[in-house]
């Protein structure tokens, strides 16, 4: 039922700027900590960003002072604004979340998208 869903990526020149959404939807009650992975072309997936319901935030040393994560509780949403990219930033970037789901007794529960891919290249 619960499931996340990442929108944004496309094409972009190096330098340029791009924001990434992350939607999530089907009986949450609440989520936890939300962020953002990269998996460029042959690596491992690598944590970019994340961040807490209060609103803390954590990045990796690749973008800090480019990128900005933000989310919006109230629509489950989380986004990655993008900016001063770089060759180095392509790849395909998940979303990642814990979500409290269920019913008759909520638990908490590791959720990932299937990815959106983003290109930066001249």
């Known amino acids: 039922q619960v499931q996340l869903v990442e929108s944004g990526g496309g094409l972009v020149q190096p330098g340029g700027s791009l924001t990434l959404s992350c939607s999530a939807s089907?009986?949450?009650?609440?989520?936890?900590?939300m962020a953002w992975y990269h998996q460029g072309p042959g690596k491992e997936r690598e944590l970019v960003a994340d961040?807490?319901?209060?609103?803390?935030?954590n990045y990796a040393d690749s973008v800090k002072g480019r990128f900005t994560i933000s989310r919006d509780n109230a629509k489950n949403t989380m986004y990655l604004h993008m900016h001063s990219l770089k060759p180095e930033d392509t790849g395909v970037y998940f979303c990642?979340?814990?979500?409290?789901?269920?019913?008759?007794?909520?638990?908490?529960?590791?959720?990932w998208g299937t990815g959106t891919l983003v290109t930066v290249s001249s």
């Open positions: 089907g009986r949450i009650f609440g989520i936890d900590v």
């Open positions: 961040i807490t319901s209060g609103g803390s935030t």
């Open positions: 990642n979340a814990d979500i409290v789901a269920g019913v008759a007794s909520p638990f908490t529960m590791n959720y």
